[in-house]
């Protein structure tokens, strides 16, 4: 798609924007809230159903080394978990 996305079992769970100034991080829509609460000048949702799903950017430009590898490893950590949740459905 034009720039650098990041996966887990071939899902994206965040990408970075072919200009490098932002990126997205996938979160569940309340873990989405806490960011934008905390981090408003950092965190935004994306546009449209993405954004109400928990898509969201990130303005590297104010993020700080530790939010952002926070947000990170909760998508991660959130793919993580789907694909598990995922791979014990297809064993029953």
């Given at each position: 798609?034009?720039?650098?996305d990041f996966r887990m079992n071939g899902?994206?769970?965040?990408?970075?924007?072919?200009?490098?100034?932002?990126?997205?991080?996938?979160?569940?829509?309340?873990?989405?809230?806490?960011?934008?609460d905390e981090y408003p000048d950092v965190f935004y949702p994306a546009a449209?159903?993405?954004?109400?799903?928990?898509?969201?950017?990130?303005?590297?430009?104010?993020?700080?080394?530790?939010?952002?590898?926070?947000?990170?490893?909760?998508?991660?950590?959130?793919?993580?978990?789907?694909?598990?949740?995922?791979?014990?459905?297809?064993?029953?």
């Amino acid at each position: 798609m034009g720039h650098p996305d990041f996966r887990m079992n071939g899902k994206i769970f965040a990408t970075i924007s072919p200009d490098g100034k932002q990126g997205m991080v996938k979160l569940t829509p309340d873990q989405q809230q806490g960011y934008l609460d905390e981090y408003p000048d950092v965190f935004y949702p994306a546009a449209g159903a993405w954004g109400r799903q928990g898509c969201t950017m990130v303005r590297f430009a104010s993020a700080d080394k530790a939010i952002l590898e926070g947000a990170v490893r909760l998508a991660w950590q959130n793919a993580q978990r789907k694909a598990a949740s995922k791979r014990s459905r297809k064993a029953i």
